[in-house]
């Protein structure tokens, strides 16, 4: 069942295809590197970070990749972001363009 970002709640489970609009990699204080992913549906945007295991998992996908996420929902800052405890890249052929991309038919195109 799709989770559409507008639909997310604080504490959510989430389990999911979104596009990887942006990707950054990033250190916190202590050093240890993380994920910061802006991932969208056809209903918004949302920051989500990857913290445990950032370096594997970011080998899996690039930027303007769709991705199954495994992870939960946080406020942070007053803002709701995912913490992603699992990715993987999916194949175009597997995935419902009109849940990521809102009428957008030129981005569905640049995409893919």
Request: net charge positive; hydrophobic share 35%.
């Amino acid at each position: 069942m799709k989770q559409f970002i507008k639909d997310l709640n604080v504490k959510d489970k989430v389990n999911c295809v979104y596009l990887a609009k942006e990707k950054r990699e990033g250190q916190d204080k202590n050093g240890k590197k993380f994920l910061n992913l802006n991932l969208q549906d056809s209903t918004g945007v949302i920051n989500a970070r990857v913290w445990e295991g950032a370096d594997d998992l970011s080998k899996k996908f690039d930027s303007g990749d769709c991705i199954k996420i495994k992870g939960f929902v946080q406020l942070f800052q007053n803002n709701k972001q995912i913490i992603i405890n699992d990715l993987s890249r999916v194949e175009e052929g597997l995935i419902n363009k009109s849940e990521i991309f809102a009428g957008d038919t030129q981005s569905a195109k640049e995409a893919f």
